[in-house]
């Protein structure tokens, strides 16, 4: 397979092939949102952040997943104020996969809330696009379009008026309830 391949559109369920960028590239994408320029990005002090060590859009080295001697360890004194903030290569959080770092700043954003991870009105249909939305389910989207195809097609999501109370929760429960939805007609 050619590099060219892999990096052009891929298609997501039955839908148009559009660019989702890989995990790496969403996250670098998400943190140059969030900051007002590049430069503040590889300054980020928000060492906190799930996707803080992927923030430049690389794997960090391996020598970050080690915590330094006397670093502090509770979450208080990992905040930029803090004397001896925590971040780079102090860092006392081991590095995990990009994804599993999507999934941990999903429910971060979500305050903890997996059903809103699930139903995250994010996809760039409904609302403003977010870059890891396509990985919220803290899998690649090629898998989730295997596992679960309706929670990787925008256009099946419910829009945001739905009352996240009124829909199941569980990946696989939401699953069924999207496809049971387009069987009997697409209503919201």
């Excluded at 050619?2 to 148009?16: D, E, F, V």
């Excluded at 997996?114 to 249909?125: F, R």
């Amino acid at each position: 397979m050619s590099n060219s391949s892999l990096l052009g559109p891929r298609p997501i369920g039955n839908g148009p092939p559009r660019a989702i960028p890989r995990p790496l590239r969403a996250i670098r994408l998400r943190c140059v949102g969030c900051s007002e320029t590049l430069a503040d990005v590889r300054n980020c002090s928000c060492s906190f952040c799930a996707l803080w060590p992927f923030r430049m859009g690389k794997r960090p080295r391996a020598q970050s997943d080690l915590p330094a001697p006397g670093c502090p360890t509770t979450s208080e004194n990992r905040t930029a104020e803090a004397p001896g903030a925590c971040s780079g290569p102090n860092s006392t959080r081991k590095t995990r996969s990009p994804l599993k770092a999507i999934r941990r700043y999903c429910l971060a954003c979500a305050d903890g809330n997996g059903k809103y991870v699930t139903w995250c009105p994010c996809d760039g249909l409904h609302s403003g696009g977010c870059p890891l939305w396509p990985y919220r389910l803290g899998i690649r989207p090629a898998t989730a379009c295997a596992r679960f195809p309706a929670l990787v097609v925008p256009s099946m999501m419910p829009t945001a008026t739905v009352c996240l109370d009124d829909l199941p929760s569980g990946i696989a429960a939401a699953a069924g309830y999207l496809i049971e939805r387009q069987q009997a007609g697409g209503g919201q």
